[in-house]
């Protein structure tokens, strides 16, 4: 683990360079080559628990994101993210949404022959992107667990079982 001092000059470099690309961009707070630094931002504030400022990264992230891509698969991982941000900070509701735009992605991304296909047929890519439905699946049972609808928490549970064999 990092001590301190290296997280806080982590996020002191992190902003600077966030600082400067804004700058070389004059400015345009979407513009594409703020993208990684943020994400970059967005992943240092969770792994050290600031889970407000890693909610507001990783918002800032989907925006760029969304004028770049769309609603498209490249914006499973940030929703994910933004859900874990809300979950921690006890939004469990707020939590859910996110997940549900991630699964509905994740769904559209994968399609349906690989969730009618045995193992032995499927890719390691198919495996991979199964394995996401499931860790979606897990999530969205941890935001029912947390905010007591016990019949979609055994719904969702179930789902994730079934993808995480």
């Not at 498209?72 to 809300?86: F, H």
């Not at 394995?131 to 979609?152: C, E, P, R, V, W």
């Not at 055994?154 to 993808?163: A, C, G």
Request: charged share 25%; with cysteine; aromatic share 12%.
């Amino acid at each position: 683990m990092m001590s301190s001092k290296a997280f806080d000059s982590a996020e002191r470099i992190l902003y600077y360079v966030l600082q400067k690309q804004t700058e070389y961009v004059q400015f345009q707070k979407d513009h594409p080559f703020l993208e990684q630094t943020v994400m970059n931002l967005a992943l240092y504030y969770r792994s050290t628990q600031q889970l407000q400022l890693s909610l507001n990264m990783w918002k800032y992230l989907m925006d760029i994101q969304v004028k770049l891509y769309g609603e498209k698969e490249m914006l499973i991982y940030t929703y994910k993210n933004i859900g874990v941000c809300l979950l921690g900070l006890g939004k469990p509701e707020e939590a859910e949404v996110e997940y549900q735009k991630a699964l509905k992605l994740q769904e559209l991304s994968i399609g349906s022959s690989p969730l009618q296909a045995s193992d032995a047929e499927l890719t390691p890519s198919q495996r991979d992107d199964l394995s996401q439905m499931g860790q979606i699946y897990f999530n969205l049972y941890l935001s029912a667990i947390t905010n007591g609808k016990k019949g979609d928490a055994l719904d969702y549970n179930d789902k994730n079982m079934r993808f995480n064999k």
